[in-house]
């Protein structure tokens, strides 16, 4: 697993890239050994991924009977809905690359999103917190989501754009691949476990 001081070297180095992407791409691992250990980002995000499933379960049972709980299967289920939302984007991202000539650029893009995630998730805990502590203020929470989500999504193209030396078509397919792969599997999960 990679230390703190490795993650936060890759994370100045996705920062470099928005300024030189040359050198911001030279402190990532972009080797096949490094696209495996960007799986890593995953443990990384654990804490920001940990609350917004408890944002989640109150989101759930608000809308259920009183006295509604819910076990660890409800967990596990949450897991994979995270799981798969993950990788499957990830796979059609690959699949779009390659379908669009880029297939040699594959591993630098793949671990960029893996330890862009990082960030990402954090920002968007401050959503999952709001969540938590507002319940009840949904129009606020809610333009706080769409707020955060234009932020997350303005830095991915930014870093990718660099990080493609302004290939914009090529981001703008990757950035929808992984937007419309998320939504579409994250809601047939949710709906298949029986989550919403």
Not at 62 to 89: C, H, I, Q
Request: proline fraction near 5%.
């Amino acid at each position: 697993m990679p230390q703190i001081d490795e993650v936060l070297f890759y994370l100045r180095g996705l920062w470099l890239i928005l300024f030189n992407p040359a050198e911001g791409a030279r402190r990532l691992d972009l080797s096949p050994r490094g696209f495996i250990r960007s799986f890593w980002a995953i443990a990384y995000c654990a804490p920001p991924i940990l609350l917004s499933w408890a944002a989640y379960r109150f989101d759930y049972l608000a809308g259920r009977p009183v006295g509604t709980t819910t076990g660890p299967d409800f967990f596990l289920k949450l897991g994979m809905v995270e799981l798969l939302t993950w990788l499957v984007p990830l796979v059609a991202i690959g699949a779009v690359m390659v379908a669009a000539g880029f297939g040699d650029r594959l591993f630098d893009v793949l671990v960029t999103f893996n330890w862009l995630t990082v960030p990402i998730t954090w920002m968007m805990s401050i959503y999952s917190l709001l969540s938590i502590l507002s319940p009840d203020n949904s129009s606020s929470i809610v333009l706080v989501y769409l707020m955060l989500s234009m932020v997350m999504l303005a830095v991915q193209f930014l870093v990718f754009h660099g990080l493609l030396l302004g290939q914009k078509l090529l981001v703008s397919a990757i950035l929808l691949t992984n937007i419309v792969t998320t939504i579409y599997v994250s809601w047939k999960l949710q709906v298949w476990l029986g989550l919403v």
